[in-house]
């Protein structure tokens, strides 16, 4: 009960009022007037009735006491046996709270930020929203239901409070055993670029964590599916490697290292890194074999590409033309046969006959070293004008054995479109060429083509009648392309609206260089953030679906949409960051979603010593939930008044709130009513009596 005033009139007026009721009470006393005392009485009555007074009684009710409870919902808790843990723990736990009507829990599960590329454990940042919208002093605790590996714990300083927000102990349950041990393998340093057949350096570690490791741990190392190195690592100690860059464009580089028997997880025994091979001054031997019109439309070609290192021999003076003209006389070339085909052969990249025909100009050996420049994984182009169906044709050489189709001596005169076969139509060679979607294809015509028979390999382009115009073939290995025809210089001319001649003589060039963008039969798989895009090309049916492996291990099928003819794909955002392992059919490759150096996997094994020291600075605790006999166990809940002085290391002390919120307040007025007016009445009627007398 309070006693409480509420005037009818302001204090001022009544407080002069009073000053004139107490004058005029002290000047009656003085005076000697009959029932002076009583005037007095009665005007205090009536000011006391004005000053309204009341008694107020004011009904309270104890607000709840806020426990959050942040659970670890992270990549690192899927491993082993921790979700289960987690589980179990957060049911035990909600019931024991559940037994103290003044605590309310707070249940706040936190997952890796999907829009991360380096996502880590934030479960501070998770706790201080959880509490901004209730008083620092209805916190009576924090549980963290966790591994241990935190990302954002503040230090233990003297201030701690300031930077939590609030005055209460923090817990810690921590899922795991303690002798867990974790090896993993990370790449240190390496190079985003290098140049084809260039040595090359990196490095990389092995790490060995919870344990004591001795010896040395077997490193494997492939390159594009192949490996390529084995080493022995110390764990610790950073690893040289050297190699060599085999292509140009994407080089997938794996590097897993042998797991420990028991270990945490084996999701980060596996590390991929990805160099961009870089082709520096290509070598390409080109070799005309006569002049003619379409010699320019191929010099032009590669001296336009500063990449391209050419060799360009015509044959001017073949040997059936000799007319006993001296040579110190002739401002001709020789040609350097036995240089070209015998000691530098290897040097080049790419090999191309331009209507060559077989005149003595190069002995018939050497036919036979350029096969075997192929099997040992060379690039051949035969563009092939009338001669190849002559009895001079370079087929008809010891080069017979590597060439797809033979010649049959016919050659095929009258215009016709180049078409797409339907293997062309798939293949990265010829699929998409600018015009090909129309019918008749939206370019110039050609007039002839060399007949063949059946050819080996893939015919992509046909000439007249359905016979073959561009056949690629692998042999050995190294790769051989056939283009049956002379005429492509009429689209350089740009005869009846020209053709697409400079991307299909360059996809010929680069297939026959074994760029991984043009591989008729290929998967492959980038990242861009958290976007997975998988990408499957064949020249073959639907190659059907997709078995992706994540990192915590569990495995999904995924279904291909076709995007064009002989190309599939799938965009799929990816929810875990990780090595992901992408298979169809006989098909495997290796991609990282997210940052390779993201926090979350830096350490897997769990851990009290994280949180250890901000529960000591907070009187709190800090318990593993399974016990030896892999029992989850949780630490009493000791409700306490007032602030908390002493840690109690076996049960977890909360801090109950001495907070209360007003429900109502109900006033009674002392001069209301009967017994306000009762009392007036028998002032005045006291005064009356008295001067009555």
């Known amino acids: 009960m309070t006693l409480t005033f509420a005037p009818f009139l302001p204090w001022t007026v009544i407080a002069i009022l009073a000053g004139a009721a107490l004058v005029l009470a002290i000047a009656g006393l003085l005076r000697g007037v009959r029932g002076a005392w009583l005037r007095g009485l009665a005007l205090a009555a009536l000011l006391l009735a004005i000053a309204n007074p009341l008694l107020t009684n004011e009904e309270r009710e104890p607000l709840s006491t806020i426990v959050p409870v942040i659970v670890d919902r992270s990549q690192s808790q899927d491993v082993q046996q921790r979700t289960a843990q987690t589980e179990q723990a957060l049911a035990n736990l909600k019931e024991r709270l559940a037994r103290f009507p003044r605590i309310e829990p707070r249940i706040v599960e936190v997952r890796n930020d999907e829009n991360s590329d380096s996502p880590a454990t934030n479960l501070f940042s998770s706790l201080s929203a959880s509490v901004s919208d209730v008083s620092p002093s209805r916190v009576g605790g924090a549980i963290f239901l966790s591994d241990g590996q935190i990302h954002d714990i503040p230090n233990a300083t003297p201030d701690i409070e300031q930077t939590l927000g609030f005055k209460a102990p923090i817990h810690g349950l921590i899922t795991g055993r303690a002798d867990e041990f974790d090896r993993r393998i990370e790449v240190v340093r390496a190079p985003r670029f290098g140049i084809v057949n260039e040595e090359q350096l990196l490095t990389l570690r092995v790490f060995d964590e919870g344990r004591t490791q001795s010896g040395t ?37 794996e590097f897993s290292v042998a797991e420990l028997p028991g270990e945490v997880t084996t999701t980060n025994n596996r590390a991929v890194h990805v160099i961009e091979g870089i082709r520096q001054n290509l070598r390409v031997l080109l070799v005309s074999g006569e002049p003619h019109a379409g010699e320019r439309a191929w010099r032009n070609l590669l001296k336009s590409d500063t990449s391209v290192d050419l060799v360009h021999f015509t044959i001017l003076r073949p040997p059936e033309k000799q007319d006993g003209t001296p040579i110190n006389e002739l401002s001709l070339i020789a040609f350097p046969t036995r240089e070209l085909f015998v000691e530098k052969i290897n040097d080049f990249d790419l090999i191309i006959f331009d209507r060559y025909q077989h005149r003595g100009v190069l002995p018939i050996l050497y036919y036979d070293y350029i096969a075997q420049y192929v099997e040992k994984g060379g690039a051949l182009l035969i563009a092939a004008g009338p001669e190849h169906a002559g009895q001079d044709s370079i087929a008809l050489t010891p080069l017979e054995s590597v060439l797809p189709a033979q010649p049959t001596g016919r050659v095929n005169q009258g215009a016709f479109y180049p078409r797409l076969s339907d293997a062309g139509k798939k293949h990265p060679v010829t699929r998409g060429l600018e015009g090909s979607g129309d019918e008749p294809p939206h370019w110039g015509r050609w007039f002839r083509t060399v007949g063949v028979e059946q050819p080996q390999g893939q015919t992509v382009m046909l000439g007249a009648g359905q016979d073959p115009l561009l056949v690629l073939n692998r042999q050995g290995e190294g790769r051989v392309a056939m283009l049956l025809s002379d005429q492509g210089w009429l689209w350089a001319r740009g005869f009846e609206g020209g053709g697409p001649h400079v991307a299909l003589y360059r996809r010929i060039a680069h297939w026959l260089m074994k760029e991984p963008e043009l591989e008729e039969e290929a998967l492959t798989a980038r990242a861009n953030g958290r976007m997975l895009e998988i990408t499957r090309q064949t020249i073959g049916d639907n190659p059907g679906e997709a078995t992706v492996k994540f990192p915590s291990g569990k ?139």
């Open 217 to 253: 741990a077997n490193v494997t190392i492939k390159m594009n599916g192949e490996e390529i190195g084995n080493l022995q690592a110390v764990p610790g100690r950073p690893i040289p490697f050297s190699f060599k860059v085999p292509r140009g464009g994407n080089n997938v580089m």
């Open 555 to 693: 495995t999904e099928t995924m279904n291909f949409t076709q995007t064009d003819p002989g190309l599939y794909k799938i965009e799929r955002r990816m929810n875990e960051t990780g090595l992901y392992e992408v298979s169809n059919g006989d098909f495997t490759t290796l991609v990282h979603v997210g940052a390779v150096d993201a926090p979350e996997f830096k350490a897997m094994i769990s851990t009290t010593d994280t949180l250890k020291p901000l529960a000591d600075a907070t009187r709190g605790s800090v318990h593993r939930v399974v016990d030896d006999a892999n029992r989850v166990v949780l630490p009493d809940i000791l409700p306490v008044r007032g602030e908390v002085r002493v840690a109690d290391n076996d049960r977890m002390l909360i801090r109950m709130t001495d907070e209360t919120v007003l429900k109502g307040v109900n006033s009674l007025p002392l001069f209301a009513g009967f017994a306000g007016l009762g009392a007036l009445l028998l002032a005045f009627s006291a005064l009356w009596w008295r001067e009555g007398r």
